[in-house]
Nanobody, 118 residues
Framework: QVQLVESGGGLVQPGGSLRLSCAASGSIFSINRMGWYRQAPGKQRELVATITSGGNTNYADSVKGRFTISRDNVKNTVYLQMNSLKPEDTAVYYC????????????WGQGTQVTVSS
């Protein structure tokens, strides 16, 4: 079992920045790729960005050039630096890590609210 704990959400004005963190604990050997998803009210959960233990990254088109995902493999923590935030970035952001030994198992954090509003 892997536990994911997010932090860093909050209220920010358009154009502002926030950094989210997700700390993993437990059976760390069972995960490689970690990532962030988000879900806005009335919408489906969507991919924001992912990163492998080797540093390979993938971003949704809507956040390319504004968001940066990174990770510290010693601390088992993944970060999401969000710049130039827009109101449409408002959502609950979830940390995710698929189990590499059991493809049907996905670990999720509890979510952290990000609100972009003036």
């Amino acid at each position: 079992q892997v536990q994911l704990v997010e932090s860093g959400g909050g209220l920010v004005q358009p154009g502002g920045s926030l950094r989210l963190s997700c700390a993993a604990s437990g059976s760390i050997f069972s995960i490689n790729r970690m990532g962030w998803y988000r879900q806005a009210p009335g919408k489906q959960r969507e991919l924001v960005a992912t990163i492998t233990s080797g540093g390979n990254t993938n971003y949704a088109d809507s956040v390319k050039g504004r968001f940066t995902i990174s990770r510290d493999n010693v601390k088992n923590t993944v970060y999401l630096q969000m710049n130039s935030l827009k109101p449409e970035d408002t959502a609950v952001y979830y940390c995710n890590a698929p189990n590499i030994y059991a493809t049907t198992i996905n670990y999720w954090g509890q979510g952290t609210q990000v609100t972009v509003s003036s």
